[in-house]
């Protein structure tokens, strides 16, 4: 049986210091929609009000950075978001002039790990190469 019948939605909520600060950065990222929530310590970003699904952030007064790759002894992170793109150079540019920081560590050609304001790493990948196959994201 399914969680819902008349509607699916589903999302992914983020904690950080400041929940509204993070969300308006996704949104610039994105250039998707920030819709606050009613607390005015948080909120979502999506394409549109009725998109299906959303990235959420809340103020959590606790959070500690999470460090990436992780070392021991040292907050690690426990999921990351992966944004395909079309051209890898530009999405960084983008992003660093939203706020993100290029990882010390990059793992692969066609991946670019960034982090967020909030220490949350995210990957920046190209889908697919010259010939037609799909890039290894992991």
Same mark, same amino acid.
């Given at each position: 049986?399914?969680?819902?019948?008349?509607?699916? =939605? =589903?999302?992914?909520?983020?904690?950080?210091?400041?929940?509204? @600060?993070?969300?308006?950065?996704?949104?610039?990222?994105?250039? =998707?929609?920030?819709?606050?929530?009613?607390?005015?310590?948080? $909120? #979502?970003?999506?394409? #549109?009000?009725? /998109? $299906?699904?959303?990235?959420?952030?809340?103020?959590?007064?606790?959070?500690?950075?999470?460090? =990436?790759?992780?070392?021991?002894?040292?907050?690690?992170? #426990?999921?990351?978001?992966?944004?395909?793109?079309?051209?890898?150079?530009?999405?960084? @540019?983008?992003?660093?002039?939203? %706020? /993100?920081?290029? /990882?010390?560590?990059?793992?692969?050609?066609?991946?670019?790990?960034?982090?967020?304001? @909030? $220490?949350?790493?995210?990957?920046?990948?190209? %889908?697919? #190469?010259?010939? %037609?196959?799909?890039?290894?994201?992991?």
């Amino acid at each position: 049986m399914p969680l819902r019948r008349r509607k699916q =939605w =589903w999302g992914v909520t983020l904690d950080a210091p400041d929940g509204v @600060a993070l969300g308006r950065f996704y949104a610039r990222l994105l250039d =998707w929609q920030f819709f606050p929530d009613e607390s005015g310590l948080g $909120g #979502s970003v999506a394409p #549109s009000e009725n /998109a $299906g699904y959303n990235l959420g952030f809340q103020t959590e007064k606790n959070y500690v950075r999470p460090v =990436w790759p992780a070392e021991p002894g040292r907050p690690q992170m #426990s999921m990351h978001l992966e944004i395909e793109v079309d051209d890898l150079d530009e999405a960084v @540019a983008h992003a660093v002039e939203m %706020g /993100a920081t290029p /990882a010390e560590f990059q793992p692969q050609a066609t991946v670019r790990v960034m982090i967020d304001p @909030a $220490g949350h790493p995210f990957c920046l990948y190209l %889908g697919e #190469s010259d010939e %037609g196959e799909e890039a290894d994201v992991r």
